[in-house]
């Protein structure tokens, strides 16, 4: 009898260690108790009830392998994940974060599962917008984007020639100490002088193939930008060898330019284009939902989707400085799930612990430790 007892519970013992993972025996390593309990229901509740939100406690971030206790980023917190390939990163933090936002909600990738997955519920609280130039979810432009109205002044064309230097290259491309610090202050000229002229974006890859062309010097001149006339206008008069260089280095930057079916999401389709503009200053007042996507490699709409992105979180931003207290009164998520294939923000980790501060929860995806180095 006594061996027969013994015999079940040593099968029970066996049983209940054989469905156990690797993760499980690291548990003991873990956090527990009161580790926990600001990450805890009611230590995220707590936190939500001081920043005055409403309608959720916080990010959902898992259970625990102890005590199965649910975990949550509050609005205070930014995350960054590191997922390898089908892991389920889409449908364990992804989906979660993007249903718990109690307001506007960015997200970006390079697959259709994740709109597919949270749109009709996120429909039901505000509008939905899906930026998609490459047909990743096969979405018509009804709608576009001007990616020159972000650009007032030098600074923030320098941040957009910025978005397309990094997202044109991959993180193994060579780069020339010459000629890509000047392509990309070239490109930052040109696309600053497109929008004090309210043209079209495409403009800029006009003026790229057109060297000898001045009336982008002309427009910065004549609207007060003097230093930046004359640095274009340095480019456009230096030798043909040194030009030719710079202006082809800013033209391979620009190259997604190139594609019609992109120009159609950013660029208005004759006078007579009905579609609704998307403003990023609108957008962050609401409980919308933007979807941006891009398929990965050279040539592909991700500086689009990068500018797009910096457009919104500062949009979020300068609302949330006018704002009570400097933040946000109800939290904006972005989700930049594929952040290093589709939405290579460099100026992103200096940003960081800024936007949390801001009621700018971002949770950036990646697949591996050296993407987020290399980005």
Same mark, same amino acid.
């Given at each position: 009898?006594?061996?027969?007892?013994?015999?079940?519970?040593? /099968?029970?013992?066996?049983?209940?260690?054989?469905?156990? %993972?690797?993760?499980?025996?690291?548990?003991? =390593?873990?956090?527990?108790?009161?580790?926990?309990?600001?990450?805890?229901l009611?230590?995220?509740?707590?936190?939500?009830?001081?920043?005055?939100v409403?309608g959720?406690?916080?990010?959902? &971030?898992?259970?625990?392998?102890l005590? *199965?206790?649910?975990?949550?980023?509050?609005?205070?917190?930014? =995350?960054?994940?590191?997922?390898?390939?089908?892991?389920?990163?889409?449908?364990? *933090?992804?989906?979660?974060?993007?249903?718990?936002? #109690?307001?506007?909600?960015?997200?970006? %990738?390079?697959?259709?599962?994740?709109?597919?997955?949270?749109?009709?519920?996120?429909?039901?609280?505000g509008?939905?917008?899906?930026?998609?130039?490459?047909?990743?979810?096969?979405?018509?432009?009804?709608?576009?984007?001007?990616?020159?109205?972000?650009?007032?002044?030098?600074?923030?064309?320098?941040r957009?020639?910025?978005?397309?230097?990094?997202?044109?290259?991959?993180?193994?491309?060579?780069?020339?100490?010459y000629?890509?610090?000047?392509?990309?202050?070239l490109?930052?000229?040109?696309?600053?002088?497109?929008?004090?002229?309210?043209r079209?974006?495409?403009?800029? =890859?006009?003026?790229?193939?057109?060297?000898?062309d001045?009336?982008?010097?002309?427009?910065?001149?004549?609207?007060?930008? !003097?230093? !930046?006339?004359?640095?274009?206008?340095? &480019?456009?008069?230096?030798?043909?060898?040194? /030009?030719?260089?710079?202006?082809? !280095?800013?033209?391979?930057?620009? %190259?997604?330019?190139?594609?019609?079916?992109?120009?159609?999401?950013?660029?208005?389709?004759?006078?007579?284009?009905?579609?609704?503009?998307?403003d990023?200053?609108?957008?962050?007042?609401?409980?919308?939902?933007?979807?941006?996507?891009?398929?990965?490699?050279?040539?592909?709409?991700? #500086?689009?989707?990068?500018?797009? !992105?910096?457009?919104?979180?500062?949009?979020?931003?300068?609302?949330?400085?006018?704002?009570?207290?400097? *933040?946000?009164?109800?939290?904006? &998520?972005?989700?930049?799930?594929?952040?290093a294939?589709?939405? /290579?923000?460099?100026?992103? #980790?200096?940003?960081?612990? =800024?936007?949390?501060?801001?009621?700018?929860?971002?949770?950036?995806?990646?697949?591996?430790?050296?993407?987020?180095?290399?980005?």
């Open positions: 009898m006594t061996v027969a007892v013994a015999a079940v519970v040593v /099968r029970a013992v066996l049983r209940r260690r054989s469905k156990r %993972s690797r993760v499980d025996a690291a548990a003991q =390593h873990m956090a527990t108790g009161r580790d926990l309990r600001a990450l805890s009611a230590g995220a509740t707590a936190t939500a009830q001081r920043l005055g409403r959720s406690p916080g990010v959902p &971030v898992g259970r625990t392998v005590g *199965r206790q649910m975990v949550y980023g509050s609005w205070e917190d930014m =995350h960054l994940d590191v997922w390898g390939p089908r892991t389920g990163k889409t449908t364990s *933090r992804a989906v979660p974060a993007i249903l718990a936002a #109690p307001g506007a909600v960015l997200v970006t %990738s390079n697959k259709r599962d994740i709109v597919d997955a949270t749109r009709d519920v996120r429909a039901a609280d509008p939905v917008w899906v930026f998609d130039p490459q047909s990743v979810a096969l979405e018509e432009p009804s709608w576009w984007w001007n990616p020159l109205s972000y650009v007032t002044d030098e600074v923030r064309a320098a957009l020639a910025d978005n397309f230097a990094s997202g044109s290259r991959g993180p193994d491309a060579k780069t020339d100490a000629f890509d610090p000047a392509g990309q202050d490109l930052a000229g040109l696309l600053l002088a497109a929008a004090l002229d309210h079209p974006i495409t403009q800029v =890859h006009t003026w790229l193939t057109r060297p000898a001045d009336t982008a010097v002309d427009i910065l001149r004549a609207h007060g930008f !003097t230093q !930046t006339a004359d640095a274009v206008g340095g &480019v456009v008069n230096a030798p043909e060898k040194q /030009r030719g260089g710079v202006y082809g !280095t800013a033209l391979q930057m620009a %190259s997604c330019l190139t594609n019609r079916q992109i120009a159609h999401w950013i660029t208005p389709q004759g006078k007579g284009d009905g579609r609704p503009q998307f990023p200053a609108g957008f962050v007042r609401s409980k919308g939902t933007l979807y941006s996507l891009s398929k990965e490699g050279k040539g592909t709409a991700g #500086p689009l989707v990068t500018a797009l !992105t910096v457009a919104v979180v500062g949009a979020a931003e300068e609302l949330a400085v006018h704002s009570s207290g400097g *933040r946000l009164a109800t939290p904006m &998520v972005g989700v930049l799930d594929e952040a294939n589709v939405c /290579r923000w460099r100026e992103l #980790p200096n940003l960081y612990s =800024h936007y949390g501060s801001r009621g700018l929860v971002l949770m950036t995806i990646l697949q591996s430790w050296s993407q987020g180095v290399e980005v």
